[in-house]
């Protein structure tokens, strides 16, 4: 029923809900969870300051602690940090996400994202191919990766794939 109110837009009540949840269950880390994504829906322009965003990160670390083997409360925690644009935070905790479960395309799918608003032209790519390697799915999100292409050098103008060096390290690699 909660996560229908959620669903259903009803973010106050689905909050309230949670809330509720918590207080008779502590140790439910999947209320803790969802709390932390109504608390963000809850907000038109998230703010780290804001009481709600101070809770939703405070959720997600207690939810972290109570499982430690399960990745969802870091990887909601880096997507909020990436909203926020904490983006140094954002990777920190997408990075413990793939420690916990590495198969996750899309958090390494969000790590190509964040390099790529950091023009880190390289690594948003590097990124992007893991995470296609691991769900060939994702490809339809990814129409930066031409624009980091050609800014990494690896795209001429026409949008033609440069020639690969022996000694060049960038993705991709093909050959004529």
């Given at each position: 029923?909660?996560?229908?109110?959620?669903?259903?837009?009803?973010?106050?009540?689905a909050?309230?809900?949670f809330?509720?949840?918590?207080?008779?269950?502590?140790?439910?880390?999947?209320?803790?969870?969802?709390?932390?994504?109504?608390?963000?829906?809850?907000?038109?322009?998230?703010?780290?300051?804001?009481p709600?965003?101070?809770?939703?990160?405070?959720?997600?670390?207690?939810a972290?602690?109570?499982?430690?083997?399960?990745?969802?409360?870091?990887?909601?925690?880096?997507?909020?940090?990436?909203?926020?644009?904490?983006?140094?935070?954002?990777?920190?905790?997408?990075?413990?996400?793939?420690?916990?479960?590495?198969?996750?395309?899309?958090?390494?799918?969000?790590?190509?994202?964040?390099?790529?608003?950091?023009?880190n032209?390289?690594?948003?790519?590097?990124?992007a191919?893991?995470?296609?390697?691991?769900?060939?799915?994702?490809?339809?999100?990814?129409?930066?990766?031409?624009?980091?292409?050609?800014?990494?050098?690896?795209?001429?103008?026409?949008?033609?794939?440069?020639?690969?060096?022996?000694?060049?390290?960038?993705?991709?690699?093909?050959?004529?």
């Open positions: 029923m909660t996560a229908r109110l959620l669903a259903n837009g009803d973010t106050l009540a909050i309230d809900a809330r509720k949840i918590i207080s008779e269950k502590p140790d439910h880390t999947n209320a803790r969870v969802s709390l932390a994504v109504a608390l963000m829906q809850a907000q038109d322009e998230p703010d780290i300051d804001s709600f965003t101070i809770e939703a990160l405070e959720q997600l670390d207690t972290a602690t109570l499982d430690l083997d399960d990745p969802v409360p870091h990887f909601n925690k880096g997507v909020l940090l990436r909203d926020l644009k904490l983006f140094d935070r954002a990777l920190r905790s997408f990075e413990i996400t793939l420690d916990i479960e590495e198969r996750l395309p899309t958090a390494i799918l969000h790590m190509a994202e964040i390099n790529y608003e950091l023009e032209w390289e690594e948003a790519i590097k990124l191919r893991l995470a296609l390697v691991r769900d060939p799915g994702l490809e339809g999100s990814m129409g930066w990766v031409r624009v980091a292409m050609r800014k990494a050098g690896l795209l001429d103008s026409d949008g033609n794939v440069i020639e690969k060096h022996e000694d060049d390290t960038r993705w991709p690699v093909r050959k004529p």
